[in-house]
């Protein structure tokens, strides 16, 4: 059950930056952790020291220097 969650939190997050994908602003996981929460944690498929991290302001992509990189802005808060 876990494995099925984590490979759909996986396809949620790479259908998200496929279709919404951009070069975005770069700031500290601190400083994201203090300005959101995350929804949904996700490996990266090639490199499993990236993290891809949905938040309610688009997917960051966390690299192990502790720098996160807007790689979508596409959110839901339009569907609220």
Same mark, same amino acid.
């Given at each position: 059950?876990?494995?099925? !969650?984590?490979? /759909? +939190?996986? =396809?949620?997050?790479?259908?998200?930056?496929?279709?919404? &994908?951009?070069?975005?602003? !770069?700031?500290? /996981? +601190?400083? =994201?952790?203090?300005?959101?929460?995350?929804?949904?944690? &996700?490996?990266?498929?090639?490199?499993?020291?990236?993290?891809? =991290?949905?938040?309610?302001?688009?997917?960051?992509?966390?690299?192990?220097?502790?720098?996160?990189?807007?790689?979508?802005?596409?959110?839901?808060?339009?569907?609220?």
């Amino acid at each position: 059950m876990k494995r099925s !969650r984590r490979y /759909l +939190t996986l =396809l949620f997050l790479l259908l998200v930056f496929a279709l919404a &994908a951009q070069a975005g602003e !770069r700031i500290t /996981l +601190t400083e =994201l952790r203090a300005n959101t929460h995350i929804h949904g944690i &996700a490996v990266h498929p090639k490199d499993s020291k990236q993290l891809y =991290l949905a938040t309610h302001h688009g997917v960051f992509l966390v690299s192990p220097d502790g720098w996160a990189t807007r790689v979508s802005s596409n959110s839901n808060e339009e569907n609220r």
